[in-house]
């Protein structure tokens, strides 16, 4: 009894009489901090755990994701059956607007293909991809991930643009065997070499956890028209060139990019392997295997990126239209 | 022989049972984090193993020891893809803080108890945000970690409810053993 009370009284003395009562809880903060430290020390300590806990996980989000797809699905239904007039009235619209840009489009087209082969550009690598699906929304307020449910078996690996029907989604951090990271563009650790249509400028498109990412690098003394479109550049042989981004957002002190994905609304994506023409500093050796094994079944994709040494060849005229078209600004 | 299969089943489903606090978190963690996109994106989803961490440590510490915090966190960080040890951190420094205050919170109402996650919930977003802005070195934008503190503290009084269902048949199935 009086070792009970001396025990309770201990407990009244402050943090560390608490700590003393919770040596446990104590001993655990200290290895959480440790690992903390640990892992923002050596960013890969963990990545081989993250990997294969993101394989296990797969199948469960997999199954959780199929109801809550459905449930999506139906609350975006029901929203839009409000609209249905409005709608229809919209898309008749754009259905016109569309069809002369079609004609205008195919026009276009042959007059490039003529000045193409007036100026023997070489041909461009297609990009093959992969369909994928997000099976977990992994948003929290620190990071802007999303789970998918390919990963090297298909193919997949670090580095790679993830895009939906509207645009550029982000880029694939981790691959496990058949689960894929994709890092958003909204989240703070995302950087990606952008350049702005029409006035041919490249900035660097730096998300900071909010919804609009911020333009930086832009060249000093260089205007920007709100509602231009942002798209990639394969500076830094990570993305193909074109892939559409977002515009520019109107009325920000920081140029800012209203994104042309909805991240709460990417269901099914596209994960594009694409192989820079050129040698990039240490581009990692391994996604070339990896994005050649499921183009086989694609007619002449494999063969044009099996041999190292041609797109080598290729690359001073691959590069000199870019270049080019940067001059005139 | 039989005998011995037999208490090492019981024995398994005990241990199984007694985790109930711990597996259905980590349930609710898995949910959470499906792709609904519920009110479109705008609403970020609640964190629930915060709700379950207070919880616990107020109505049956011993339910939810320091290493079922810890595994809570590290749940979060690989669902998340924080980096390991960031949410655990952070989870065992509420678990303490309310702990040491236990004494405030129990025999309370509802109310009450609500209110007290409220603080400590803010409380815990304050440490996220700064343990956020020094894990990224950067100053992280603090909206997203009090909206969702906001929302935490919104949902807690159904999520509670379910806590205390469990907390009420754990109790039954102790007096029964």
Redesign the interface.
Known sequence: MAWDRRRRRASEKGPWAFIAHNLSLAAFVVLALSVLVIARAQDTVFDDAREALNDAGAPIMEALAEPAVQFKRWSEGVGSLFTLYEENQKLREENLRLRTAQTELAELQRKVQRYEELLKTPEEAPVTSVAARVIADASGPFVHTVLLNAGRAQGISKGQAVVDERGLLGRVIASGNRSARVLLLTDLNSRIPVMIEGANLKAILAGDNSGRPVLEYLPPGSTITAGATVVTTPDGGVFPPGVPVGKIAVGSQVPRVELFTIEGRADFVRILQYTAPVDVDDAAPEPLPGAVDPAKGKAGAAPASVPATPPQAAAPPRMTPVAAARQPT | MFEYLQLAILWLARQVWFSMPLIATVAAI??T?????LF??LV?APDIALVSVFFWAIYGPAFL???A??AL?LTQD?????????W??IY??A??FT??QRVFFIGRSGPGVWFGFAIVAALTAVV?WLL?SI??A?W??P???F??AAVSVLVYPLVSRVFLLIRRTLTTAREAI
């Open positions: 898995l949910v984090k499906a792709p609904a996109n479109y994106g970020p020891p320091a290493w915090v810890f966190g690989f669902a998340t893809g924080t980096p390991i040890g960031f655990a951190l065992l420094i678990y303490g702990l040491s996220a956020g894990s990224y950067r992280v934008p909206g997203p970690v909206v969702q």
